[in-house]
């Protein structure tokens, strides 16, 4: 089956500078990458996502990139704001079903 | 983006009893509906897949006699964890793929804190 490695497990940035979460992914026939937000005590919130015949997305603050020969994808925060402060999760999926990487715990400092 | 609400928000329950959550896709139909659980501090891990008008999907350790998966409508599906004990206490979510929008995104319940004493 699939298997997403995410790292870091823990980002503190200053308020205003750039966070990146990188993740791996295994089953190349993954063919969706999403990714979400969590916050304490909530279910997790899709913010961006991307599909495997795109190599990059963006929306505001937040980009995505996908290497697929590399099997590696990337989320972007630029001008990070207290409010990004939270648990980021990536994801693959090929049919419907979702794998999770291990979250990456961001705080940002103002 | 679509609207996936679940019932209780949270609930205690003492050992060996049983527990239902209920998944409603609010503003859209659902065929399929995904099961989570999430323990403190660690990733969402997918328990069931719940398919409208047949027998639940389980993932592989996931006893499927003790998480009970009921999915009679296209916009409800439940899972109960019968006898339950205190190791079942967890945040369980569930999401569900809207097809109004694409089949790809998936939208996440607010989840349920479960707490086992």
């Known amino acids: 089956g699939e298997n997403v490695e995410q790292h870091p497990s823990t980002l503190s940035v200053q308020e205003g500078d750039s966070a990146v979460i990188k993740c791996t992914y295994s089953d190349s026939a993954s063919n969706y990458f999403p990714w979400y937000k969590q916050e304490l005590g909530k279910g997790p919130q899709l913010i961006i996502d991307?599909?495997?015949?795109?190599g990059e997305k963006k929306d505001q603050r937040i980009a995505v990139t996908l290497n697929k020969t590399a099997k590696h994808f990337s989320l972007h925060i630029t001008e990070t704001q207290p409010e990004d402060s939270a648990v980021y999760f990536c994801?693959?999926?090929?049919?419907?079903?979702?794998?999770f990487g291990g979250g990456t715990r961001v705080l940002v400092k103002p | 983006g679509a609207v996936v609400s679940q019932h209780p928000s949270w609930v205690i329950c003492k050992s060996g009893t049983s527990v239902k959550i209920e998944c409603r896709s609010l503003d859209f139909q659902a065929t399929t509906m995904f099961w989570y659980r999430q323990f403190p501090k660690q990733s969402l891990m997918l328990m069931a897949t719940?398919?409208?008008?047949?027998?639940?999907?389980?993932e592989q350790g996931v006893e499927k006699d003790k998480f009970l998966i009921n999915h009679a409508s296209l916009t409800l599906s439940t899972l109960t964890v019968t006898s339950a004990h205190p190791e079942d206490s967890s945040f369980y979510i569930c999401s569900a793929p809207s097809a109004r929008i694409t089949t790809y995104e998936q939208y996440f319940g607010p989840g349920t804190r479960l707490t086992v004493t």
């Open positions: 719940s398919n409208e008008g047949s027998k639940a999907t389980y």
């Open positions: 994801a693959a999926t090929s049919g419907n079903k979702l794998t």
């Open positions: 991307i599909r495997s015949n795109v």
